[in-house]
Each structure stands twice: as structure tokens, then as C-alpha cells.
């Protein structure tokens, strides 16, 4: 239990770590038909009967884009110091390429930034948190087409250009594993397909947007601006299930199949080899001018996590996991995955399990040089309900005290943990669950719209104060 807070947690990171708060440009806006916001996949996915939870969308969410200045508000009250959003592609480019650029769209986030700014938050701005405009889904096939990254590329330096003078900490791409393997290969998320090969292209399109947008960057702005560009990165720990060989090669293989998938490429050069031996040609090959785009091309180690399963060595014949969250293609990775029945749950099912997030640490640690890494998301989701105004979110409390506590543990073992930003700043749109899974440390009544801080909040606000 951490009613209180111990005054040691905090002092245990170092002086200039980046505390803040995140969310995503679709989870929260709403205004979905306002200031010339062209429709997204997700408007279109909400659409489509029986994929979203009670048939909910974003349409509404929180309507931070008409309260962002209550929100950023209630964050410079918690004391955070950064705050981590995302740009609506179609809000800039309503169609989602340069043709279409629509004012409003940077008026919006212009004004967000400065609000931000002068109530003390550095704005920390992720480009794509899936929310592709649909006319490139409709017209080029969206992320299968060999277009989108130089699309891509255009979008990010138009946001370059404007937001530059202001923003100095840019994510390209939140969690490239999510969109190829819940939207390609399970078709859980937007655009829905069910596919065993789309899932590889629609990353490598990934991967080479990322790469090209961090040119544009580093050869156009980043000297003058003087700020930093990294690609986010979603991954569950995997534990191998016993101590023999073969479990402790199917962790390793998860996690490569999980985040070395994206993370090698950029610090390696390549894909690991277990996927080039299991995917075969159905991964793409990496180019020598490909590999050069890549390598080296992101400033930080972007992650967000926020779970733990047990790996163990599967035949051919693996169960099919239909389940999202459960670590991909399975068939491709020989893999069954497990949890500890004795382990805590959130409501999403997933499994609280604090030493999980040590040993991911110091898994990309040793396993890419060291590098910077900033924890982007980390949370969990619970329906804690309002009495007296008061959210008494205990569980969440636990959550972050028992995580956080780990990562202080892994900076002392050596990690480069330079910061870390909760998930969420406030009860949103949780995509395929809708407004049933709440991840907030702000509590949102979606009928009124009306924002009340959690006790996690509060905790948060007695560790930054510490
Ligand atoms: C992340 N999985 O999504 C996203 O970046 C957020 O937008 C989201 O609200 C948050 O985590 C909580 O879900 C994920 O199945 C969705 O492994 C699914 C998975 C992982 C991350």
C-alpha cells in the first residue's frame, strides 16, 4: 500500500528527469467534423458495426480540443513537467497530403503548444498515433503503399516548420507494432485487416517513414532548432517460463519478434535473424540505402509498457491466439504465452508485474548500447468510480508507485532511463474498448465532460513535490 508518499522514490531518479503525462490526438479531441479535420481510419473503423465496444467513437472524447487550456491547467497544478500529445494527421493535411494543408489545424495546435509553454510544460509531439487520414487509406492503401512514407515525410516537415521554433522533443511514430499486428494481422484496430504478411510491409513502411521524417528533420531544422527526434516503441516483458534452453530461446525470440522487429533496424542495421529465418519472404529485405536511412536515426529510445507474460518453446502447431495483446503472429514465432494466475490483473486483463519492466530496461539496455530511453507510457486501466468527488484509485496508486520503484532500480544497475510519462493524464477513448477502459489519472464523466483529478493524481503531485 502507498498511501503516503515516500520521499525517497523521487530522489532516487536523477535531477533532470522528464516527468510527464501523455495522451493521443483521437482519444481526446473530439470535434471530429470541426476546424476542417478531414475523417480518419478510426472514424471510419468507429463506423463500422460491431468493432468498437458499445459502438463508441471518438467523435466527442473528452473535447480537449475545446478544454485543452482546463487540461493543461490541471498538469501544471500536478507539477509535471512535459507533456506528451499527438498531431491529427488530417487536422494538418485534411486529405493527408500537402494539397489539402488546412490553417485551422496549426492554429489548433499552435495554441495548445503556447498553452503549454506559459503554464511551464514543454510539449513533447508524437506525429502518428494511427489516426491516418482516410483518404490514403481509400486512394494509396494507406501504409501497404510504397507512397506513404515520403506522404509521411511532407506531413512532419510541414509540422517542422511551424511548431519547431517550440517543439523540441518529436516521436514520429507511437508503437509501429500495434498498427502492423492489431491493425494488419488481427485486424482488432483500424483498418481491420486479417492478413500473415501485411503485418511486415505495413512496418517497413513504418520504419522507412520514421527514417525519412528524421531526415527531413536532422538536414532542415534540427540544427537551428536544437531539439531531439526518436521513434516510440510499445513491449511487453517475456519471461521464460522454466530455466530450459528452449523457453529461455523463446523469450529471447518474443521479445525480438515484439521490439527487435523495429528497435534492431534502427540500432543494428536489420531485422534479427530469427524473424529473417522464420518470417522468410514474407519480411521484407532491408536495403543497403534502406539501412542507411535507419541506422542511428533516432535520437532516443522511445517505450511504452505496460505488461509481462511468460514465453515458453511451442511445435508448428501453436494455439492461434485471437486475443489482441498477445504478442503477434504467434504462428510465426513457435511461442505460447502464459501468465501467473497469482499475478494481479488491471481491467484490461493485463497482468501488473513491476520486475517485468526492470528486465525489459535492461534488456534494450545491453542489448542496444545504453541509449536514452524515456518510458512514453506506462499505466493501467481501472474503473474506479467518483465518491464525494473523490476517485480513490488505490490500485492505481500501487501501480505506478511498484513500476516506478523498478525503475529506479534499473537506473541503478546502469539503464539510461532519462524519463517517463504516464498513461493517461485523463479517462479517454480507449480504441477497441471505448470509454469502458479507463487509463486516467484525471477522471472524465464523458456526459459533462467535467475533469477531476484521481488520487493517483494527486500521489503524482506529492512525488513531484518530494
Ligand atoms: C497503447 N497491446 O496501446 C497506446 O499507445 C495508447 O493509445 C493506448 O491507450 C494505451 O497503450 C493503452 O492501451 C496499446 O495489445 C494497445 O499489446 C494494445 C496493446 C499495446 C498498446
Known amino acids: 500500500m502507498n498511501r503516503g508518499v515516500s520521499t525517497s522514490l523521487v530522489k532516487r531518479f536523477p535531477d533532470d528527469f522528464v516527468w510527464g503525462t501523455a495522451t493521443s490526438s483521437y482519444q481526446i479531441e473530439g470535434a471530429a467534423s470541426e476546424g476542417g479535420r478531414g475523417p480518419s481510419i478510426w472514424d471510419v473503423f468507429c463506423a463500422t458495426p460491431g468493432k468498437v465496444e458499445n459502438g463508441e467513437s471518438g467523435d466527442v472524447a473528452c473535447d480537449h480540443y ?8 490541471l498538469m501544471a497544478e500536478m507539477g509535471v513537467r512535459a507533456y506528451r500529445f499527438s498531431i491529427s494527421w488530417s487536422r494538418i493535411f485534411s486529405d493527408g497530403t500537402a494539397s489539402s494543408f488546412n490553417q485551422a489545424g496549426i ?8 498553452c503549454c509553454l506559459s503554464n511551464g510544460i514543454e510539449p513533447w509531439v508524437t506525429l502518428y498515433h494511427w489516426d491516418l487520414p482516410q483518404n490514403l487509406q481509400e486512394s494509396i492503401g494507406g501504409w501497404l503503399s510504397e507512397d506513404i512514407s515520403d506522404l509521411f515525410a511532407q506531413y512532419a516537415d510541414v509540422c517542422f516548420q511551424h511548431f519547431g521554433d517550440r517543439v523540441t522533443h518529436w516521436i514520429t511514430v507511437n508503437e509501429a507494432w500495434v498498427v502492423s499486428i492489431l491493425g494488419h494481422g488481427q485486424g482488432v484496430f483500424a483498418p481491420g485487416h486479417v492478413s500473415n504478411s501485411e503485418p511486415y510491409k505495413v512496418a517497413h513502411n513504418l520504419l522507412l517513414a520514421h527514417g525519412k521524417a528524421v531526415r527531413v528533420y536532422r538536414e532542415k531544422y534540427q540544427t537551428e532548432q536544437g531539439g531531439v527526434i526518436g521513434i516510440t516503441n510499445n513491449c511487453d516483458w517475456r519471461e521464460p517460463l522454466t530455466e530450459s534452453v528452449e523457453d529461455k530461446e523463446a523469450a529471447q525470440r518474443a521479445l525480438e519478434f515484439f521490439l527487435g522487429w523495429f528497435a534492431d533496424p534502427i540500432y543494428l542495421g536489420d531485422y534479427p535473424e530469427c524473424m529473417k529465418a522464420n518470417v522468410g519472404d514474407r519480411l521484407p529485405v532491408i536495403s543497403d540505402e ?10 532516443f ?22 486475443v489482441y495483446g498477445n504478442g503477434g503472429l504467434s504462428e510465426d514465432q513457435q511461442i505460447d504465452l502464459s501468465v501467473d494466475e497469482s499475478w494481479l490483473k488491471t ?5 501488473v508485474v513491476p520486475w517485468g519492466c526492470r528486465k525489459l530496461l535492461e534488456w534494450i539496455s ?4 545504453n541509449p536514452p530511453i524515456y518510458i512514453t507510457e506506462n499505466g493501467c486501466a481501472y474503473d474506479d468510480e467518483i465518491v464525494d468527488g473523490v476517485v480513490d484509485d488505490q490500485r492505481r496508486v500501487d501501480y505506478y508507485a511498484s513500476y516506478l520503484n523498478e525503475c529506479a532500480n534499473a537506473i541503478e544497475n546502469g539503464v539510461n532511463l532519462k524519463g517517463y510519462f504516464a498513461w493517461s493524464f485523463m479517462d479517454n477513448f480507449e480504441w477497441a474498448s471505448g470509454y469502458d477502459k479507463r487509463f486516467g489519472i484525471h477522471h472524465v464523466d464523458f456526459s459533462t465532460g467535467v ?16
Open 107 to 114: 492554429d489548433f495546435y499552435s495554441r495548445l503548444i503556447d
Open 66 to 73: 475545446h478544454r485543452y487550456e482546463e487540461d493543461v491547467k
Open 451 to 466: 475533469r477531476t483529478p484521481k488520487n493517483s493524481a494527486k500521489w503524482f503531485k506529492s512525488l513531484l513535490r518530494g
Open 347 to 351: 481491467d484490461m486483463q493485463w497482468a
Open 290 to 299: 534502406e539501412r542507411e536511412l535507419l541506422l542511428g536515426s533516432s535520437d
Open 301 to 322: 529510445f522511445g517505450l511504452n509498457h505496460y505488461t509481462t507474460m511468460f514465453a515458453a518453446h511451442a511445435g508448428r502447431e501453436v494455439k492461434k491466439q485471437a
Open 366 to 369: 545491453d542489448r542496444y548500447q
